[in-house]
């Protein structure tokens, strides 16, 4: 089955349906006490710099963990599976002195998602999807990192472009049906990543279909470079994403009056996926998949969201309940936004027609 075919079936399903999409990766992989010699494996035994932590890498040294969590995401429910590549660019790989394995990375990361698809779909019948995950980096480019120098700047909107650029380039060649951009704090990195995978898809001589993902980082309702759900849309609707949604810092409970409003505003697809509520005292998350589903039950059967799944604390065991609340219940309805002129600031601003 071509990627197309594979998407033409998802767009069926998202008509019929909420679509699942995965949990948690680096909680996940916590779990598993992993050592310094299992993100090391063999091809990085040498390497000058602790690489614990640095969950992306073993997409090459621990390759059995990676396809054991995607396949026990897709046996709970899940539609599309996220790639573990959320620091898979150059700059982020840049704090292990590894932005030379970048496109190794990438390409193995979408090559065990797509093989943990396959094999799904051929127990099943049922088609999963390969979604490459582009996370935000841990640069910023609306903010500066010195409060004593506003101007400053530690990386350029074109250095930004082209790592995300790279970063969609080994995603689709390992497997990618669709280009997830998420965890957006700062809206400008955001339209970087969409003008890096553009430029791409220039080069590819074919447009994947992307999904966008802001985060909200406090109870303000709005993300760290302060802008609000509406505002967001406004600045990246011009993407033309597949979907658009809200992810990670708040659990459902918390993301609710902004999962709504995002819902009002935006006239595509839109998907949920918090975390197991806030980070108690150890730094771990306290929200069951019980907890989960109550809160997140009221969006799956009113009509809220097109997509739901979890992030920071989840486990295939939430998917699992919020895959069986989803059961049966209608997706939001999509429509055609007025075209009137939309601009954003921190604020909205729509035009009269």
């Not at 030379?100 to 990375?105: A, E, G, N």
């Not at 779909?121 to 582009?134: S, Y």
């Not at 709504?260 to 998350?285: D, E, F, K």
């Not at 998917?319 to 989803?326: K, P």
Request: with cysteine; aromatic share 6%; hydrophobic share 40%.
């Amino acid at each position: 089955m071509t990627r197309k075919e594979r998407f033409a079936q998802l767009e069926r399903i998202a008509q019929e349906r909420i679509v699942i999409l995965d949990g948690a990766w680096g909680t996940v992989l916590q779990g598993y006490n992993l050592t310094e010699q299992d993100f090391r494996g063999a091809r990085f035994a040498d390497h000058h710099r602790p690489l614990k932590g640095n969950n992306d890498i073993l997409c090459l040294t621990r390759p059995d963990i990676v396809r054991e969590i995607h396949d026990a995401y897709l046996d709970a429910g899940a539609d599309i599976t996220s790639t573990n590549t959320f620091s898979s660019t150059t700059i982020a790989q840049a704090d292990y002195a590894l932005e030379h394995v970048v496109d190794d990375l990438n390409i193995a990361a979408a090559r065990i998602a797509r093989a943990a698809c396959d094999a799904a779909t051929d127990r099943d019948g049922r088609v999963r999807l390969v979604a490459g995950a582009i996370g935000p980096t841990n640069k910023t480019l609306s903010l500066s990192p010195d409060v004593n120098d506003p101007a400053r700047r530690d990386v350029t909107f074109e250095t930004v472009a082209a790592a995300y650029r790279q970063e969609a380039r080994g995603l689709v060649e390992g497997g990618a049906d669709l280009i997830l951009i998420e965890t957006i704090f700062d809206t400008l990195n955001a339209k970087a990543a969409i003008f890096g995978v553009e430029e791409f898809f220039d080069d590819l001589g074919e447009r994947l279909p992307i999904m966008i993902s802001g985060t909200i980082t406090d109870l303000s309702g709005r993300t760290l470079s302060g802008q609000t759900v509406e505002a967001f849309w406004h600045s990246v609707r011009h993407a033309n994403p597949w979907s658009v949604g809200l992810n990670c810092a708040l659990g459902p409970k918390d993301m609710d009056a902004h999962i709504r409003a995002l819902a009002r505003a935006a006239g595509v697809n839109v998907s949920a996926y918090p975390n197991a509520g806030l980070p108690n005292a150890m730094g771990g998350y306290d929200e069951g998949p019980e907890d989960m589903v109550r809160m997140m039950g009221p969006w799956m059967s009113g009509g809220v969201v097109n997509i739901v799944g979890g992030c920071c604390g989840t486990t295939p065991d939430h998917i699992r309940a919020i895959a069986a609340a989803a059961n049966g219940q209608a997706p939001r309805k999509t429509w055609a936004c007025e075209p009137v002129m939309r601009l954003s600031g921190l604020e909205p601003f729509t035009a009269a027609a």
